[in-house]
Each structure stands twice: as structure tokens, then as C-alpha cells.
């Protein structure tokens, strides 16, 4: 296929699929390599950044995705009748962002970093899809392991957990570590308009602690 056509049919693909679709199928289907997909990709996301259109092509990790300008979510909410989606609780960032930097890590780890139980809050986050389950560790009573989903990629807008903001001193525990992990949030924010152009989602709670 010529670029004109590759560009259209995976434009094609992406509109029907509706969610991230992996490189690897994407290739297979639209019969092209690696690099052609990537640099047909990159003229899709150009053209639309350019044309300031109401869609946009991003990269998660390893998959591709069509969603919405993040521009024009005050006129998708308005339209749609959806309420302003609920942001996540201060307990509720701590704890993903443990997860983010540290995954795959268990509940107990988690704990010890905070200081308090949060059981509760990892229950929450996997209801919103922005971790999930990873395996058990190898350890008696082989607790499980959770990490981040590309969900949480797209809601903070990354394409990878390369982008993530640096996190100073990393060898640190217990309090100074929660202090810079809540310093990193407050970067974390600064650029991520969390799931704005998401449907309606139950509010979450502040922890009690």
C-alpha cells in the first residue's frame, strides 16, 4: 500500500477498534514492518496536532490508540451530559505513584512505605484500571503483585513509564521516601488532566487513616 492508504486504513483500524491495539497485531494486519508503522503513525499524529482536529493518535508503550483532544473535553463533557469526572484522592495518587516507581509490588510493600493499610485504595484503583495484577511473589504465602495499565498511561499522557518525571534518591524508605513521592506528584499533576475525556466514574473517597 502506498502512505496515503497505510495512513487511512490504520486510522480505519484504530476508529473500529475503539481501544490501544498492539504494535505487533497492527503490523500483522496492515502488513507492514515496525519502522513503517512508527513513521505512518507519526505523520497521522502530526497531521492531527497541525489541523488542531478533535482527535488525536497517541502511543501507549507499546500500542496505538484514537481518542479526543484533551482540548476539547469541556464541549465532549457538555455535549454528552456527562459530570466532570472524579479526580483521584491525595491517598489514592500516593499509592499509584508507589506502584508506578517500584511495580510490580505487593499491597505489604505498599503499606510499608505509607505507613498505614491501603487495601482500600488499591481496591479503588483496580476498579478504575490504573493498576492491575502481576503475578505472585515468589515468597511464602505468595502475595500478590500489582503494576500499572496502559490506562494509567493514557490518563496521565504518557507513551511510556520511561516519562515519567525522575525520582530523586530512590534508595531512600519509609517517610523520606512518601515525601518524595509526593513532591513527584505534584509534578505528575502539573500535566495530567486525569481521565477528563473519560466516561462518568464514581467518586473517590479521601482515606481515612
Same mark, same amino acid.
Given at each position: ?88 484522592? =491525595?491517598?489514592? @495518587? /500516593?499509592?499509584?505513584?508507589?506502584? $508506578? ?9 505498599? !503499606? +510499608? ?62 517517610? =523520606?521516601?512518601? @515525601? /518524595?513521592?509526593?513532591?513527584?506528584? $505534584? ?9 477528563? !475525556? +473519560? ?11
Amino acid at each position: 500500500m502506498e502512505v496515503k492508504e497505510l495512513e487511512s486504513a490504520l486510522e480505519g483500524v484504530l476508529f473500529a477498534a475503539g481501544e490501544p491495539v498492539p504494535v505487533e497485531r497492527l503490523c500483522l494486519g496492515l502488513e507492514v514492518d515496525r519502522p513503517t508503522l512508527d513513521a505512518v503513525a507519526q505523520r497521522l499524529m502530526d497531521r492531527y496536532s497541525y489541523d488542531r482536529r478533535g482527535i488525536r493518535l497517541v502511543r501507549l508503550d507499546t500500542s496505538y490508540q484514537l481518542c479526543s483532544a484533551p482540548e476539547f473535553a469541556n464541549y465532549i463533557r457538555k455535549t454528552l451530559e456527562s459530570r466532570k469526572p472524579a479526580r483521584l484522592s =491525595q491517598p489514592a @495518587l /500516593e499509592v499509584l505513584s508507589i506502584i $508506578a516507581y517500584y511495580q510490580p509490588v505487593t499491597r505489604a510493600y505498599v !503499606d +510499608q512505605v505509607r505507613g498505614v493499610d491501603s487495601s482500600y485504595t488499591i481496591g479503588l484503583l483496580l476498579e478504575r484500571e490504573l493498576i492491575e495484577e502481576a503475578g505472585r511473589l515468589a515468597v511464602p504465602g505468595r502475595p500478590v503483585q500489582f503494576k500499572t495499565t496502559k490506562n494509567f498511561l493514557r490518563s496521565f499522557g504518557l507513551s511510556s513509564l520511561d516519562e515519567l518525571p525522575e525520582l530523586p534518591n530512590q534508595s531512600q524508605e519509609g517517610g =523520606q521516601m512518601t @515525601l /518524595e513521592l509526593e513532591a513527584t506528584l $505534584a509534578r505528575l499533576r502539573e500535566g495530567a488532566a486525569l481521565e477528563e !475525556d +473519560q466516561t462518568e466514574q464514581p467518586e473517590i473517597p479521601a482515606e481515612e487513616v
